[in-house]
Nanobody, 120 residues
Framework: QVQLVESGGGLVQPGGSLRLSCAASGGIFSTLAIGWYRQAPGKQREWVAHITPDAHTNYVASVKGRFTITRDNAQKTVYLQMNNLLAEDTAVYYC??????????????WGQGTQVAVSS
C-alpha cells in the first residue's frame, strides 16, 4: 500500500557528506516506521537505521555517530544524513516501511534504491 521513493544518492569523496531522502505516499505517514538498508556489490542487504512513529531511532554500529535518520511528517519524508563517509559505505541504499519494536525492525515494503559511491 505504501509507495516509497529514494533520492539523493551520488558520488562523494571519503570524508564527505550526503543526504538521502525517502518520500512516502499512501498510508498514514505519521504512523509508519521507516528503515534504511544498504546493499554493497556481492554482499547481502544490511540494515542501517530505522525511525519509529514517535521518532525513536536506531543505527547499526558501523554508522553510529556518522549517520542521522530523521523524519518530517509534514513532508511525508524520512532522511538519512550521512557524514564522514567511508569507502565501505558504498552501496545501493533502500528505504522501507516496516514494523518496529524496540531495537528490532522488520521491513515490509521497499523503495527502488539510490546508489551511493564513496571514492577518491
Amino acid at each position: 500500500q505504501v509507495q516509497l521513493v529514494e533520492s539523493g544518492g551520488g558520488l562523494v569523496q571519503p570524508g564527505g557528506s550526503l543526504r538521502l531522502s525517502c518520500a512516502a505516499s499512501g498510508g498514514i505517514f505519521s504512523t509508519l516506521a521507516i528503515g534504511w538498508y544498504r546493499q554493497a556489490p556481492g554482499k547481502q542487504r544490511e540494515w542501517v537505521a530505522h525511525i519509529t512513529p514517535d521518532a525513536h531511532t536506531n543505527y547499526v554500529a558501523s554508522v553510529k555517530g556518522r549517520f542521522t535518520i530523521t523524519r518530517d511528517n509534514a513532508q511525508k519524508t524520512v532522511y538519512l544524513q550521512m557524514n564522514n563517509l567511508l569507502a565501505e559505505d558504498t552501496a545501493v541504499y533502500y528505504c522501507s516501511q516496516g514494523d518496529a519494536r524496540g531495537n528490532l525492525y522488520r521491513p515490509n515494503y521497499w523503495g527502488q534504491g539510490t546508489q551511493v559511491a564513496v571514492s577518491s
